[in-house]
């Protein structure tokens, strides 16, 4: 006899919300690593309660108030991640190399573990908006309730009832938990980017133009397409930089060695992203260097960050361990 826990039909419906959690669980921990830890547990702990689960309509609910208890318990006594741009102020060529562990650090995601392949287009540009690197670092300075609720009502789009009875409180704390979230969003200083738009022949172009730069190492193409205020960073290096000029200067100083790199297109928090394969000797040989991740405003790069944890990285990423001939 087949119990519902057994159900091959329970298994496909379990599986078919898997990819918006992920979604839920990466905004509220910051980590893809992390979210999917989250969402593994919250299958487990949904297999085995399925038999007491009465309710068949809200078993949605049921399993993002799992996920919302598993994240919730993730992160109590944990340090928030983070990202360089928050631990002071912008460094130069002379500033040590100082790194921290990878705990530390708001980590990417890959677009295709938390948007669906197709939909309506303004509500997948809406979900690409809330995955910016920026956007779910500020998440990360909100109190986890505050977090959740933010993230089911401004994120998910679900309603204030439907969120209270998710996280067993009233409407009115709801309301008041997603005023304080939006208060303190508010006053973050994020970084004015434009999410990927597949479609957008500019944003295209745009791209297509800095791939042709770094490959060939123009700093004079480059100069055109970065920002004059463009910032800069390097996890695990706690060093960034701020404005064109000290960007350039970096590579083309400590960062020579990118010269001659080959970039492969991906895409991760709604942005564009490229798997950069630095050379590694005579030969023509490549090693993977770094996962960049540029935010775009205004026809510019505004922002650069250089993902180097490419062991974990490439593999979430179906980033190739060298680059093709």
């Given at each position: ?87 002071g102020d912008p ?34 540009a809406e979900e ?82 800095y791939v042709k ?113």
């Amino acid at each position: 006899m087949t119990t519902a826990a057994q159900s091959p039909e329970l298994e496909r419906e379990l599986e078919s919300h898997r990819r918006e959690l992920t979604g839920y669980c990466y905004r509220m921990l910051g980590s893809a690593f992390d979210a999917e830890d989250a969402v593994q547990e919250t299958m487990v702990r949904a297999w085995r309660g399925i038999d007491r689960f009465e309710g068949r309509a809200a078993l949605k609910s049921w399993l993002y108030r799992i996920a919302t208890n598993v994240c919730l318990d993730m992160l109590n006594g944990k340090e928030r991640r983070i990202r360089p741009l928050e631990l002071g102020d912008p460094g130069g060529l002379d500033s040590p190399l100082t790194t921290r562990g990878e705990a530390s650090w708001l980590e990417p995601i890959p677009d295709g573990q938390v948007l669906p392949g197709e939909g309506d287009p303004a509500q997948l540009a809406e979900e690409r908006e809330t995955l910016r690197l920026a956007f779910v670092a500020a998440l990360q300075h909100l109190p986890p309730q505050q977090r959740a609720v933010l993230i089911l009502r401004e994120a998910l789009r679900w309603r204030a009832n439907e969120v209270a009875e998710l996280l067993e409180t009233s409407v009115a704390s709801v309301n008041s938990s997603l005023q304080r979230a939006r208060a303190s969003l508010d006053s973050s200083e994020l970084t004015p980017s434009e999410p990927l738009d597949p479609l957008d022949e500019e944003q295209q172009a745009l791209l297509k133009r800095y791939v042709k730069a770094f490959e060939a190492y123009d700093m004079d193409a480059i100069t055109s397409l970065l920002h004059e205020d463009a910032k800069q960073s390097m996890p695990p290096y706690e060093m960034w930089l701020l404005g064109r000029e000290d960007i350039l200067r970096w590579w083309t100083g400590p960062g020579i060695g990118c010269k001659g790199s080959r970039l492969i297109p991906t895409v991760a928090n709604g942005l564009p992203a490229f798997g950069q394969y630095r050379p590694s000797g005579p030969g023509g040989s490549f090693e993977p260097w770094a996962l960049q991740v540029l935010e775009l405003s205004d026809g510019r790069i505004v922002g650069f960050t250089a993902f180097l944890d490419t062991e974990r990285l490439f593999p979430l990423f179906g980033l190739p361990p060298v680059p093709p001939e």
